[in-house]
């Protein structure tokens, strides 16, 4: 995933979760989720039309 291990990705978590906090990290967490599963859409869009 981006090309970072699983270590990596525990160390982004805790530096998300000191400096956005536990209270607001789970709406921060669906909104980055909907904006990758969107840039994903697009990406795959893209491929398509260039393909026709």
């Known amino acids: 995933?981006?090309?970072?291990?699983?270590?990596?990705?525990?160390?982004?978590?805790?530096?998300?979760?000191?400096f956005i906090g536990p209270?607001?990290?789970p709406g921060f967490a669906t909104t980055i989720g909907k904006f990758v599963r969107q840039l994903k859409n697009a990406v795959d869009e893209i491929k398509t039309d260039l393909k026709d």
């Open 1 to 18: 995933m981006f090309g970072l291990g699983s270590g990596e990705l525990l160390v982004v978590a805790i530096i998300a979760l000191i």
């Open 23 to 25: 209270e607001k990290l």
